[in-house]
């Protein structure tokens, strides 16, 4: 699908211009998909032609990516959560299945503990924060990724890692 697909379509939310796909069957039950840090909706491009057949598909750029304004703002899960359920109420949906991949996984999770009446299910994929490192990975990173390595490196690196972490979406 990533070929094709579509423009997004946009919903103010208070300050926020957010940008949305609403893919798929209108009067299916309904998935709300949720980026991880740094992507936009298009990371879900691969995975909502299968999916539509069946469901109504809304596919999300959080604010401050994709599509969606970028504002400065103290972005922080719970504003993400919230901004998501103020967008299902634009659009009218009570229940979706939150599907997150990594920050998204933690934004849907949360919105499920404090909205339980909102949330269908939950799909989460690769959710954040629950990798297990081994001590010598924690210490190696705790020691080599500083504040003061970030600011040593050239521009042309560090936009080449950001790239390759967040932009590059291999098959």
């Not at 634009?90 to 979706?96: D, F």
């Not at 996984?105 to 009446?117: D, K, Q, R, S």
């Not at 799909?123 to 001590?135: D, K, V, Y």
């Not at 504040?147 to 950001?162: G, H, I, S, T």
Request: with cysteine.
């Amino acid at each position: 699908m990533r070929g094709t697909w579509p423009a997004p379509r946009f919903a103010q939310l208070g300050a926020f211009r957010v940008a949305y796909r609403d893919l798929g069957a209108p009067d299916g039950p309904p998935v709300l998909f949720v980026h991880g840090l740094g992507s936009s909706g298009l990371s879900w491009s691969r995975n909502v032609a299968r999916l539509g057949a069946r469901h109504r598909l809304i596919v999300v750029d959080l604010p401050g990516c994709g599509d969606s304004a970028k504002p400065p703002y103290r972005y922080t899960l719970g504003f993400f959560a919230r901004r998501l359920l103020r967008l299902l109420d634009h659009l009218g949906v009570e229940r979706p299945v939150w599907a997150g991949h990594s920050m998204g996984a933690h934004i849907a999770m949360l919105a499920a503990l404090e909205h339980p009446e909102r949330v269908r299910a939950l799909l989460l994929s690769a959710p954040a924060g629950f990798e297990r490192f081994t001590e010598a990975h924690a210490s190696f990173l705790r020691r080599t990724v500083t504040p003061d390595w970030v600011r040593r490196q050239k521009p042309r690196d560090f936009k080449a890692n950001l790239e390759v972490a967040f932009h590059s979406v291999p098959p």
